[in-house]
């Protein structure tokens, strides 16, 4: 007997082969069988008419680190059909970290990822250095399941203490992160992430950035003795300098055999020839047997933000930075003082503001009705002011607690990212799920893959868009036994609507630690998610299941 059969949905494998309508039988938390019509019976039964019945999603790019030890669930990831996620990216994990640097990594994830540090006081006890210990604190409440990365900067925290972001490693210093590396590893670290660009909250770079190249190359050979993944974040804002970072982890894969990967890559206006430009240069290292996978997201980004916190969208505004990183009773104290706030203003542009905020809307919050939906270059040409001071003085005006959005930043125009996601060398990825809380909603990338490139633009098939989300990235990351409905495989299956489903809404939600506001958006067109055999996901609403686990690896 079967413990579930999914039937009469449209199978789609996760191989890129043709849907089909048939059946999926699992049992013992794997595809015990798959075809057109199985007999047997079962404990249970799913009707998936009209639905399409495929490998659960898998996202490679997520900060889930903290929330995994009070969430298992990586809220909302489930909701939109992911069953597995990659957390530990851009140089950053919980482990292996000593007691005494902790502070200085709470910080780090506070400037890069926007995450509040309640998040790492208020919600777990705090019981582990090593790796080891990091998963046996999250492993017993996991619903969902993880491929862990383990960060550069902390590795170099633990080996070098204060000198991690002073200065390059001695070689007796790189052998012992070696050592580290290998016990991560052996831990179940599925890779090493580093960061090129990262600062601290005190706007250093962090340990990462001080490594030279023969450092990285020595912890890449510790990859190469697993086949283990190298993640970057390069300098993403500049084309040339991503295009010798691509170099670089062609040398480190093709010395190595190792598999790279850095995100993100990102179309941006301003610069319009970036992503062609780089995807040219990844073919050219791919046709020499270097594996390096460009991460590609697939939405723009709505930034959501107020003055009550500190905020990604003023991270080139280092005034802003400053004050909007003061306790709130000086922040408004700095904000009232005409001098500071006069700073300020000049720091956002000659154009007093206009170029960088006057395209910012108002959202709901404590303002009042009549500014919610209008643009910041309307208010201020109604108050006479320029966009800067408009948005300071509207803010202070209401206790700071007004929400503004700059919609659709980068990556919006969907004729030109369709046949970018179609692109063979490119990996869909970098979610960022678990970061950015009260800035912008990360999730939704899956729907948004399926409604306006499948059902919209048509720039991949159902079946294409499938096999990216799935087959292909449990390829790329070496995560055994997954990514595809085959007899053997791990059980996670995501049934969807292919009619509806989509990125869903945006809406605050006030589930943190210390009563700590984020965006989420809610599912649309997911309606059933396993994992591992159990349901965890259905009918909008979170299971009590308790199947995820660290993924084994090839």
Request: proline share 6%; with cysteine; aromatic share 8%.
């Amino acid at each position: 007997m079967f413990d579930l059969i999914i039937a009469g949905g449209t199978v789609v494998d996760g191989t890129g082969a043709k849907g089909f309508i048939g059946d999926v039988a699992v049992k013992d938390g794997r595809i015990a069988a798959v075809g057109e019509r199985l007999d047997g019976d079962a404990r249970r039964t799913i009707d998936a008419t009209g639905r399409v019945v495929a490998p659960g999603f898998i996202d490679p790019h997520t900060h889930f680190d903290v929330q995994l030890l009070w969430d298992g669930a990586a809220r909302p990831a489930l909701a939109h059909g992911i069953t597995a996620v990659v957390p530990g990216n851009c140089s950053l994990s919980l482990a292996p970290l000593r007691a005494k640097d902790r502070r200085a990594l709470v910080g780090m994830f506070q400037q890069i990822e926007e995450m509040p540090p309640e998040a790492f006081s208020e919600a777990f006890e705090w019981t582990w250095e090593d790796f080891a210990g990091y998963r046996e604190a999250i492993e017993p409440g996991l619903s969902i399941n993880v491929a862990p990365l383990v960060g550069h900067s902390v590795i170099r925290l633990w080996v070098m203490g204060e000198a991690a972001n002073q200065r390059a490693a001695t070689p007796d210093e790189v052998a012992a992160m070696q050592d580290l590396l290998r016990q991560s590893l052996d831990a179940g670290a599925v890779g090493l992430s580093t960061s090129f660009v990262d600062v601290d909250e005190n706007g250093r770079p962090v340990p990462s950035r001080f490594a030279d190249f023969s450092e990285l190359d020595a912890l890449s050979a510790v990859l190469g003795e697993q086949r283990r993944m190298l993640q970057i974040v390069p300098e993403f804002y500049a084309t040339d300098i991503t295009i010798a970072r691509v170099d670089q982890l062609a040398e480190l894969s093709l010395k190595h055999g190792i598999p790279t990967t850095f995100s993100p890559l990102f179309d941006n206006r301003l610069a319009p020839e970036n992503v062609s430009r780089v995807l040219t240069r990844v073919e050219e290292q791919f046709a020499r047997g270097a594996q390096v996978w460009p991460q590609m997201q697939t939405r723009p980004i709505d930034i959501s933000f107020s003055l009550l916190r500190p905020s990604l969208f003023f991270a080139r505004f280092p005034r802003w930075v400053r004050v909007l990183r003061l306790p709130l009773p000086e922040r408004i104290a700095a904000l009232k003082n005409a001098e500071i706030a006069d700073k300020m203003i000049e720091d956002a542009g000659p154009d007093g503001g206009m170029a960088a905020f006057g395209e910012l809307v108002v959202r709901a919050g404590e303002a009042p009705e009549h500014l919610v939906g209008r643009t910041l270059a309307e208010i201020a040409a109604e108050r006479g002011q320029s966009p800067a001071r408009a948005l300071i003085d509207v803010s202070l005006e209401h206790g700071l607690d007004v929400a503004f959005v700059a919609a659709s930043r980068g990556h919006d125009d969907t004729s030109r990212i369709g046949p970018m996601l179609a692109s063979p060398f490119v990996h869909i990825g970098a979610s960022d799920g678990g970061a950015h809380l009260a800035s912008f909603a990360t999730y939704g990338d899956t729907g948004y893959l399926f409604s306006e490139f499948v059902r919209g633009s048509g720039a991949l098939s159902l079946e294409q868009a499938v096999r990216k989300i799935t087959s292909d990235t449990a390829r790329i990351w070496g995560l055994k036994g997954r990514g595809e409905l085959k007899p053997g495989f791990a059980a996670d299956v995501v049934v969807f609507d292919p009619d509806t489903i989509a990125r869903g809404e945006e809406r605050p939600e006030f589930d943190m630690p210390g009563d700590g506001m984020r965006y989420v958006r809610d599912s649309s067109g997911v309606e059933t998610v396993v994992v591992n055999g159990e349901v965890a996901w259905e009918g909008g609403r979170y299971t009590d299941a308790k199947s995820g686990v660290i993924c084994p690896l090839n």
